[in-house]
Nanobody, 117 residues
Framework: VQLVESGGGLVQPGGSLRLSCAASGFTFSNYGMSWHRQAPGKERELVAAIISSGGSTNYADSVKGRFTISRDNAKNTVYLQMNRLKPEDTAVYYC???????????WGQGTQVTVSS
């Protein structure tokens, strides 16, 4: 299994970025996916999640209305569109997929997002 994130970078406050996570090695369309982030000195936290069909999503309160998670099952890719970025969004962003047994996960290598003027 591989999860490869891309799309991070340096952006000014109020700007936008779109992260991508390309998945391989498992039947992507069967599984819910999620994005998480970890800022320096803080624990990793859930940012957004999406079910296998893409029909339902949920978000951390801190990003509701600014971030949108989506997926393309034909491309085995999950996205995170981030708008109106704030300095407090600065973190390494990780893609996560479930694995057996329940409660275990695959993680990508992460992509750095820095929001600064």
């Amino acid at each position: 299994v591989q999860l490869v994130e891309s799309g991070g970078g340096l952006v000014q406050p109020g700007g936008s970025l779109r992260l991508s996570c390309a998945a391989s090695g498992f039947t992507f369309s069967n599984y819910g996916m999620s994005w998480h982030r970890q800022a320096p000195g803080k624990e990793r936290e859930l940012v957004a999640a999406i079910i296998s069909s893409g029909g339902s999503t949920n978000y951390a309160d801190s990003v509701k209305g600014r971030f949108t998670i989506s997926r393309d099952n034909a491309k085995n890719t999950v996205y995170l569109q981030m708008n109106r970025l704030k300095p407090e969004d600065t973190a390494v962003y990780y893609c996560r997929a479930p694995r057996a047994p329940p409660g275990n996960y695959y993680w990508g290598q992460g992509t750095q997002v820095t929001v600064s003027s």
